[in-house]
């Protein structure tokens, strides 16, 4: 009988929940665990040292420039784990996960808005076969908004898009891949907004994910799909960040250029800076003379918890090319903040605005707005939840509706276990 298999990652899915009679289990996740790594480590069943999606960004150091959510599939390295079972005449989908275009599947729908000259952005999605998004929007009677996938007005509604989205594809036997990745960004919102473990909201958040689960899942069922649902990552609750760049910076390490009184960074000059990403940073570092320096610079910080060199990234499967010479661990209850100013008046002007692609570092501050009307908070007291640590108490959940061999413990070893249980015959 041919195999036909749905994946959904779900974001920050940790508690224990039971579906269809089914009782979730639980694994570790990828370190860091951040989106596109717990992405790139699904895809191919393989530590970030190997795949080298390091975090949701990276320097490119021929460029001199942080970049965030790049969507090339050529960043993520290694063998898919879908080759064979693709190989043998399978097809294989991807909805919305990250650093899809251009990927070695059959069918892509992933948001690419286009953005205007003078200002303003054109809301679009990509799609493989090109005419899947138009269909989409007939089928479903409106566009994908990429305001409710992030931002201020992000919320559960893009999860809903998606889950209509995937139940429509599931039912068209023409379009239907038998191997289908899709993704629901439902819970991040709310687990960063609120206390993730006692946000008022939180309860309610969650019963509209379990109902969107269990809508995907019963359309998987009327289309004989198996399903496997995993968390990529755990959200724990923050109560302030830190401010990696700041200390270099103020330790003259960092620097900036000052234009119309705004503080921008100048990577060609700076002896080192931080990529940060929720509660992990990496630290780039031009002059290896300098490490020894910034380690302990890092080392006396408040507020981090771990300095990882070279060789401490290597017991953790961090030591790519791509990684920082240092790695920063965050506190629990600590997350790390790209910024290098103190006053308002030095904040570049990207850093008002919802621009993912130009910030250096992830931004949770997006998720709220600002003052004056129309730009984004800049307060990250206002963050409650974030994520990037692994260990004792940051499992996350997952459950299937088949048996994935080797009991897997981490979620490499879930991957590797769907890859197996593909290509059984």
């Known amino acids: ?33 951040v ?17 080298g999606m390091i975090a949701n960004g990276r320097f490119y150091r021929k460029l001199g420039r942080a970049m965030f959510w790049e969507q090339s ?3 993520v390295e290694g063998t898919r784990i879908w080759k064979d079972f693709r190989d043998h005449g399978n097809r294989v989908g991807m909805v919305f996960w990250q650093q ?15 953005h205007k000259h003078h200002g303003g952005m054109i809301q679009d999605c990509y799609s493989k076969p090109a005419r899947l998004y138009p269909y989409l929007c007939s089928q479903l009677g409106r566009p994908f908004k990429l305001q409710q996938y992030w931002g201020p007005l992000a919320s559960w509604k893009a999860g809903e898009w998606i889950v209509e989205a995937v139940s429509a594809i599931l039912a068209e036997p023409d379009l239907a891949p038998e191997l289908f990745f899709s993704y629901l960004p439902t819970l ?10 006692k946000g008022p909201g939180f309860t309610k958040t969650f019963e509209i994910v379990e109902n969107q689960l269990l809508r995907l899942m019963e359309a998987a069922g009327s289309n004989d799909y198996d399903v496997l649902i995993f968390g990529d990552y755990h959200i724990a609750p923050v109560s302030g960040a830190v401010f990696p760049n700041l200390a270099l910076q103020k330790a003259g390490i960092m620097a900036v250029r000052q234009v119309q009184k705004m503080a921008y960074p100048d990577f060609y000059a700076s002896r080192a800076f931080a990529v940060a990403d929720h509660e992990i940073a990496h630290v780039h570092i031009q002059d290896k003379n300098d490490i020894s320096s910034v380690k302990t610079l890092f080392e006396n910080l408040p507020g981090i918890s771990a300095v990882l060199d070279r060789e401490a990234q290597a017991a953790v499967h961090l030591d790519h090319q791509n990684s920082g010479e240092l790695v920063l661990v965050a506190d629990e209850g600590k997350w790390l903040a790209y910024p290098w100013w103190t006053e308002k008046f030095e904040a570049p002007d990207f850093a008002s605005h919802v621009d993912i692609h130009n910030k250096p570092g992830y931004d949770p501050c997006e998720l709220f707005l600002g003052w004056p009307p129309g730009s984004v908070s800049q307060n990250t007291g206002r963050v409650h939840g974030s994520h990037g640590r692994v ?11 088949f048996e994935v061999p080797g009991q897997p413990k981490n979620l490499i070893e879930l991957s590797a276990g769907v890859r197996h249980w593909l290509n059984e015959r």
């Open 188 to 197: 991040d919102y709310d687990l960063q907004r609120k206390d993730p473990e």
């Open 391 to 401: 260990g004792p108490g940051r499992e996350v959940t997952w459950v299937s509706t």
């Open 1 to 33: 009988m041919q195999r036909k298999l749905l994946i959904i990652a779900v974001a920050g899915l940790s508690r224990e929940f039971q579906i269809l009679g089914l009782h979730s289990q639980t694994a570790q996740s990828v370190f860091p665990a």
């Open 73 to 75: 599939a050529r960043l």
């Open 100 to 114: 899809s275009l251009g990927e070695t599947v059959d069918l892509i729908l992933s948001p690419a808005p286009i």
């Open 35 to 51: 989106t596109c790594t717990v992405q790139g480590s699904f895809r191919t069943a393989s530590p970030p040292s190997k795949h």
